[in-house]
């Protein structure tokens, strides 16, 4: 069982923590594919998300109306 796995089982949502300890062990950049990753602990994450040339495309606005 990967590491994401083993976050989204039952053990693992009752103690995520031993499982946030080995993401941060493992490094502030965990590939799951070619194309999606998980970012660990907060100067990664604060880069990535500061960082507009992050992301997947450009922000589509929907045109709608909210009432």
Do not use: C, K, Q
Not at 11 to 27: C, M, N, V
Not at 45 to 55: K, Q, S, T
């Amino acid at each position: 069982m990967n590491l994401i796995e083993s976050l989204l089982s039952p053990a693992g949502r009752t103690d995520p923590f031993p499982l946030y300890a080995e993401a941060h062990r493992l490094g502030p950049v965990l590939p799951i594919t070619d194309t999606v990753f998980v970012i660990v602990g907060y100067a990664a994450v604060n880069e990535v998300l500061r960082n507009p040339g992050f992301g997947s495309g450009p922000i589509r606005r929907a045109n709608r109306r909210w009432s």
